[in-house]
């Protein structure tokens, strides 16, 4: 498993596209109504598998350094372009997280766990919608943990037996974006039965369904001026 640089990652082109399609296709709501929903309508209960040795150590070493994320840019152009990013999605997020620093903090760490782990920015924020409404210390009725509700076994699997540690926000989203890599390499690009496997419910529609309607309320589209 390789986890490419800040600045050459990408979300992979899902084999599951028609899939996911499929499914945007046939979601009636528009994106405002996933904004005002007031908690999550689903959570994750990731299962428990084993794990051969290498694919272990892998994960273990890609949740392993949690040094601030400070994002690095090839160019001035791509400084200026997530600097946009951060403004619109900061007014989108303001309802939810009213304070500057703390919505900065949380989108800036967004982005920096997704790109690490080539996933789409906009993908990991609906899923997070889904998953605890930007709740820090959301826990579920299987005790999935925090923002991504990343399930406690994890922290034994790949990391240092912790669970209160999937409550620090880097921590969590560092999880939760490297789990969700595992599964999307483990479903060879298929998005939609990875996020099923996520949820613990691979192969079925509902949650893959929320997570792409939640997706639509993220998506950064640069103004171009006028010729």
Known sequence: MTFEG?????????RGALSRRACLTSLAAGPAAWLGLPAAAHASSQLEEPLIDSVRSALSSA?????????LFASTEARLLY???????????????????????FLQTVWYEAKR????????????????AFRKFAVSS???RGYMQVMPFWTRVIGDGDPAKLFHMQTNL????VILRHYLDREQGDLYLALGRYNGSRGRAPYPNAVFAAQR???FQERTSAA
């Not at 800040?6 to 899902?14: D, S």
């Not at 949740?63 to 994002?71: C, G, I, T």
């Not at 782990?117 to 605890?132: N, P, Y």
């Not at 560092?174 to 974006?177: D, L, S, Y």
């Open 174 to 177: 560092r999880f939760g974006c």
């Open 117 to 132: 782990a080539g996933l789409d920015v906009s993908m990991v924020m609906g899923l997070i919608q889904v998953e605890s």
């Open 6 to 14: 800040i600045e050459t990652a990408a979300a992979p082109a899902p």
């Open 142 to 144: 299987v005790g999935a």
């Open 63 to 71: 949740v392993a350094d949690l040094a601030p994320p400070e994002p």
């Open 83 to 105: 600097l946009r990013w951060l403004g619109t999605m900061s007014e989108r997020l303001r309802s939810r997280k009213p304070d500057w620093e703390v919505r900065r903090d």
């Open 217 to 219: 309320n993220w998506f």
